[in-house]
């Protein structure tokens, strides 16, 4: 298929970018194809302001939107995405950086797969840490699980203080 | 001569009469039968005694008999209060000993009975104050077996639940010091770490 070589900039992390963008394209495919039936002489609208997303997804891709055949592979390519593309849920205590979920996004579309989305939830109870759930299973990567799984280290450590107390 | 005949004729008449009643009454004494010997005797005897003891006589005899019998009575009695006099005290004597023997034994037998009441309720007592203090133990043991086992249940509890405990300590401590940008290296070598189960979650997933 023509848009298999197309991959999703880092600014599209999860399925609401993804839709953002499908819809974002759909307007300015919209918009393109209005102006190509204007009559001469009509007035146009103003060029619909693109986003970053949608800028870095051309750029990075090599698309030229005022071509219909780049236009349609993005819209398909985006559509298959918004459809078919893995997602997992991350969630983390508190609300993460643009940054920082760009390189959490790099990592995953480079170690799991290229059209991966990332759905970013919050998670106050975790304290530090994060959680993942996917489809199947649900990982606890948090400092609330470290706990739990060291809790007789723990013990130990209380009993031991508690020890010194006494004596 | 008719006057003279008359008066003649009545006297005559009268004569008559009373010669008739005396005559009558003559007869009647005749016909009345003799009285005998020995009734005459007894009429003689009564008028005779009636002759000796009459009013006079007799009130002097009642007298003299009034005097003497007040006399033997006076006498009498002052026998009679001795005698009751002493029979009071002996009956009083009697009484003291009678009595005091039988209070004596009856005080003996209430002392007894006392003694015996009193080592009842000493037993009693005692008793009581066994179990008292054995409940009081068995309260005491159980009271300290569920207090170690509430204790036990507390920490057992605070274990289990001592890595929320902490969790939420930290959190409310230095929750807003921990930053994600910190914590990014970790979360990267933890994915790559768990690289592989993801990936195949994901894949079956798809």
Do not use: C
Request: charged share 25%; net charge negative; proline share 2%.
């Amino acid at each position: 298929m023509a848009h298999e070589h197309l991959r999703l900039p880092l600014s599209v992390i999860s399925q609401g970018d993804a839709m953002r963008l499908r819809r974002e394209l759909a307007v300015l495919d919209e918009y393109i194809k209005q102006a190509e039936l204007r009559e001469p002489g009509t007035s146009i609208k103003a060029l619909p302001k693109t986003s970053t997303s949608l800028s870095e997804f051309t750029q990075d891709n090599h698309l030229n939107m005022l071509k219909e055949e780049d236009r349609a592979n993005a819209t398909e390519f985006l559509k298959s995405i918004s459809e078919h593309a893995p997602v997992i849920h991350i969630s983390f205590a508190s609300d993460p950086s643009a940054a920082f979920m760009r390189k959490l996004a790099a990592w995953f579309r480079e170690s799991i797969d290229p059209a991966i989305l990332v759905n970013v939830g919050l998670e106050p109870s975790i304290a530090a840490g994060f959680t993942i759930r996917t489809l199947n299973r649900y990982h606890d990567f948090s400092l609330r699980q470290q706990f739990v799984e060291h809790r007789e280290l723990l013990l130990n450590g209380i009993r031991g203080t508690a020890k010194q107390a006494k004596t | 001569m008719t006057i003279w005949w008359l008066a003649v004729i009545l006297v005559s008449l009268i004569s008559a009469g009373i010669a008739f009643i005396w005559l009558i009454s003559k007869l009647n004494r005749l016909s009345a039968p003799a009285k005998t010997k020995t009734e005459q005797l007894l009429d003689a005897t009564n008028s005779d005694v009636e002759h000796i003891f009459n009013d006079e006589f007799r009130e002097e005899l009642r007298n003299r008999g009034r005097l003497h019998f007040e006399k033997i009575i006076g006498e009498n009695a002052m026998f009679l209060q001795q005698d009751l006099r002493l029979t009071t005290s002996q009956l009083n004597e009697y009484m003291k000993q009678e009595l005091g023997a039988k209070l004596r034994e009856e005080f003996s037998k209430y002392e007894e009975s006392i003694t015996d009441a009193k080592q009842m309720a000493i037993d009693s007592i005692e008793k009581t104050k066994e179990t008292i203090e054995e409940q009081r133990q068995q309260l005491a043991q159980q009271m300290s077996t569920e207090i170690e086992a509430e204790k036990q249940r507390l920490i057992d509890r605070f274990e289990q639940n001592m890595a929320d405990i902490i969790n939420h300590y930290l959190l409310a401590a230095i929750g807003k010091q921990i930053d994600l940008s910190d914590q990014l290296e970790y979360i990267i070598a933890e994915l790559d770490a768990n690289k592989v189960a993801i990936s195949e979650d994901i894949k079956h997933g798809a």
